[in-house]
């Protein structure tokens, strides 16, 4: 089969509309939502296998609007019609990898396993090898300007598809409406287009191999790059270089933007700023994961204390922070605590002094339901054999669940081995292991206890009942710099209010999409209610003056949620309730036992990963700190509570948890607990949707909800 087969297949075409839907968007020129497109998919898929197999297809007009960019500039995007989207998602898994294949590595936009985080680990990564003066350049109206004729060249020399070719012309050639008259694309990449960023790399491909014959050190992120030297002059022949070979291509450097710079003075880079070996969020906004853990390489605490012992060092240092937004937000931090940097980087030894005896004290709670986290879920004995570990996948590896009271866990060469009276169990790979979570009563070996030290695998520990003890861990990826650093911004009021309106933005939104979703099918008058007290919050949330009324506003907004909650279940499950009310401290029937549960586990997947990159989970923005209590866990989980909700709906409605899968113990005030069959089936599930490919909304990229949790 050659290629354009491929792409005309049926099962290309489906996966392309599910690519599609996973993108989500608005209707196009044809008015066809993606909703109506998949209420008669067969027929549409169909449709569109017929005229690209006869060779009749026929790219519909775009739709182009103004989009304002941050500096105030509008920039044109375009709205393909959803079957078209479905044609170029095709064509995209056909192609991808045989066009990522032919790029260098100096380029990181647009393509799998490369990222913006990526590309700032490569520059640190570059200055810590003596590179630290660099050319800062960014072409001119780059996606307009790309010249067809050029690109279709570069496109023959990797495709030896006639049809392909000509389709993706038809890709770059669209006809579109813009403020009601219609146009020819002649010229440029249409941006909305799915296949657009991929031939944007290719265009510039040639331009990555020149510069890298050169032995220049390149970062490439779309039409921003950087190109790092060891000396001013260096840099300075780096941007003349660059600006020759774009010519070749019909492009040019933007002037006002291309500049030479230098870590000593510092620079912005893809919404980072990079001052010596500093790498910050330049935006108090930016959501995603900045602290990876090239950090723990780039910034030590031995260097930033002989930064001080030297107090021309320590100028230069104030200087610096004081060249940029965050550290001017840095320096005001300490004065409003009363404090000089010069006292700040002495007092930062006793973070990381912190005695292993305070840390045990610390990690005596429970990671259940905030702001309490005291509950206790039943996770009973059952066999850890049928138990999956996880749902097969390849791109993480498996959290370990033993609930079988009085079995024992052992390591037999490079394998973990959980047996119970001589019986083996399960036997799993070692490597193949993240975190081991340990219900009630089973022994633990000490090969294992080192292993997972050595390895860095987390082993939780838990009662019989779900109650979070602690958790074993060598405390190897404690990062003394990046805990002072969360410090200084848990006292910044700005960043931790800027920081709490986004967290509770997001999980409106969330909440509001979840609503959406099931009202579809519903309708109810009190959702739509709900829906539009949301939509109003959300318009005017932006606004809140204090933390303080964000969190009554927090309040309100749950307390609608939560009492119009069990209108989603169907009333043939037993659940159904116009009047639901959530219950914490303890979950005393089954819906808020199945919430419970479900955040316990989100919540120990996210202290694991903030403490994996280095964060301290006990220094939080938004929730209000106290002993013991992992408010940062509390901050981000915020944006996840749905994952959690969505799949307490699912397993009640598809009948996967029955009102038989619960108990009460005989105590007053006793919680409501899942019985073994039901406490399997849901740390099942559980594992399965944390799999399931989402949109990471930051990046645009297709990943797992726990994925995105490390994001």
């Known amino acids: ?360 004290r610390e990690q005596n709670i429970d990671l259940t339901d905030e702001p309490v986290y005291d509950q206790e879920i039943e996770t009973r004995s059952t066999k850890t054999k049928e138990i999956p570990t996880s749902v097969s996948i390849t791109e993480f590896k498996r959290s370990l669940y033993i609930h079988e009271q009085g079995s024992i866990l052992s390591k037999e060469s490079g394998r973990f081995v959980v047996t119970k009276d001589d019986i083996d169990l399960l036997e799993i790979p070692i490597i193949k292991i993240s975190h081991i979570i340990i219900f009630g009563n089973c022994l633990i070996t000490p090969a294992v206890y080192q292993t997972c030290l050595i390895n860095r695998i987390q082993i939780a520990l838990l009662s019989s009942h779900g109650r979070y003890y602690g958790t074993i861990d060598s405390y190897g990826n404690r990062n003394t710099e990046l805990e002072k650093l969360q410090f200084l911004r848990s006292l910044d009021e700005a960043f931790t209010l800027n920081f709490a309106i986004n967290q509770v933005k997001v999980k409106i939104h969330n909440t509001r999409v979840l609503l959406q979703r099931h009202n579809k099918r519903i309708k109810s008058p009190e959702i739509t209610s709900v829906l539009n007290k949301t939509k109003q919050v959300l318009q005017a949330i932006d606004n809140t003056a204090s933390i303080n009324y964000l969190r009554g506003i927090e309040g309100s907004i749950a307390s609608t949620y939560f009492h119009n909650l069990g209108l989603l279940f169907n009333a043939d499950t037993g659940f159904y309730t116009k009047n639901f009310v959530r219950i914490k401290r303890p979950p005393t029937d089954p819906v808020n036992s199945l919430l419970s549960f479900g955040y316990t586990l989100l919540g120990f997947n996210l202290f694991s990963f903030l403490d994996m990159y280095g964060l301290n989970p006990y220094i939080g923005f938004y929730h209000v700190d106290r002993q013991g209590h992992p408010s940062l866990v509390s901050d981000i989980i915020e944006e996840f509570r749905h994952v959690i909700d969505s799949l307490v709906i699912y397993v009640i409605n598809k009948k996967i948890i029955k009102k038989n899968d619960f108990y009460f113990l005989k105590e007053p005030s006793s919680p409501c607990l899942l019985n073994k069959r039901g406490r399997k089936e849901y740390i099942r599930q559980f594992e399965i949707k944390m799999n399931q490919v989402t949109t990471h909304s930051p990046s645009g990229t297709k990943v797992s909800y726990r994925k995105c949790l490390q994001l």
Request: net charge positive.
């Open 1 to 360: 089969m050659n290629l354009y087969d491929k792409i005309a297949s049926y099962p290309s075409l489906l996966k392309g509309f599910y690519r599609v839907r996973e993108n989500d968007g608005v209707p196009g020129w044809d008015h066809v939502s993606i909703e109506d497109f998949e209420d008669n998919i067969q027929e549409n898929i169909a449709l569109l296998y017929k005229q690209l197999r006869n060779r009749t297809y026929k790219q519909k007009p775009f739709v182009m609007f103004e989009a304002k960019k941050q500096n105030g500039k509008a920039r044109l995007i375009s709205i393909p019609c959803v079957i078209d989207r479905v044609a170029q998602q095709s064509a995209m898994s056909v192609i991808e990898p045989l066009v990522d294949a032919e790029l260098e590595n100096e380029s990181y936009a647009y393509r799998k396993g490369f990222s913006r985080e990526g590309a700032a680990q490569k520059i640190i990564s570059l200055y810590n090898k003596g590179f630290c003066w660099l050319a800062d350049a960014d072409i001119q109206d780059f996606f307009n300007n790309i010249d067809h004729t050029i690109l279709i060249s570069r496109v023959k020399h990797i495709l030896d598809d006639k049809d392909v070719i000509e389709l993706l012309v038809k890709f770059i050639t669209p006809d579109y409406y813009f403020k009601n008259k219609k146009y020819k694309q002649t010229k440029g990449l249409p941006l909305g287009s799915a296949i657009s960023p991929l031939l944007a790399n290719l265009y510039l491909d040639k331009f990555d191999e020149e510069i890298k014959k050169k032995n220049l050190q390149l970062v490439r992120f779309a039409d921003d790059f950087v190109i790092l030297t060891k000396t001013k002059p260096a840099a300075e022949e780096a941007i003349k270089i660059s600006g020759n070979l774009l010519a070749g291509l019909k492009l040019n450097l933007n002037l006002k933007k291309t500049k030479v710079s230098s870590f000593k003075e510092g620079f912005k880079y893809l919404g980072y700023i990079f001052l010596n070996s500093l790498i910050v969020p330049a935006s108090p906004k930016d959501t995603t994961n900045v602290f990876s853990s090239f950090l723990n390489d780039s910034i030590d605490e031995k260097t930033l204390r002989s930064i001080a012992a030297k107090k021309e060092k320590l100028k230069e240092l104030e200087t610096g922070l004081n060249s940029s937004d965050v550290g001017i937000a840095f320096l005001e931090a300490l004065t409003k605590k009363g404090i000089t940097l010069q006292q700040f980087i002495d007092n930062s030894s006793s973070v990381k002094k912190q005695d292993n005896s305070q840390i045990e």
